[in-house]
């Protein structure tokens, strides 16, 4: 990953960091769902107060997942799903080496097995 695209391991560490909060995955959820909202909308859904969903917001944008623009003096969000998507891949990547290793482990169980009748 980090061969093909420098800075990738940094991007998909910032996502998954971003993630970890149940929060932001709920801000996420509500942005995906709404298509654009301010923080002060964002927070009547939320039981946290407008600053904290701000501050989320912020480390949800830091990597990559929503964007902030200016509409009059909101700032509304929407989610920016590149960086989900890029994460994704890289999952999907992992999970098909390991499925590779497994395979390859009952392989050779069953070949140690057949040659042990």
């Known amino acids: 990953m980090t061969e093909e695209h420098p800075g990738a391991a940094e991007a998909v560490d910032s996502v998954l960091g971003a993630l970890a909060d149940p ?3 709920r801000l996420l959820d509500l942005l995906a769902a ?4 301010t923080a002060t909308s ?3 859904q939320l039981p946290v107060s407008r600053q ?7 480390v949800l944008d830091a990597a990559g997942l929503v964007s902030g623009g200016r509409v ?7 989610v920016r799903p590149a960086a989900l998507n890029a994460t994704a891949r890289w999952m999907a990547g992992l999970a098909a080496d390991w499925d590779s290793r497994l395979a390859n482990i009952k392989r050779v169980a ?3 097995e057949r040659e042990s009748r």
Do not use: C, M, P
């Open 23 to 25: 929060t932001r995955r």
């Open 34 to 37: 709404q298509g654009e909202a």
């Open 42 to 44: 964002l927070a009547g």
């Open 52 to 58: 904290a969903v701000v501050k989320h917001l912020t």
């Open 72 to 78: 009059g003096r909101e700032v509304r969000y929407s």
């Open 110 to 112: 069953e070949a140690a």
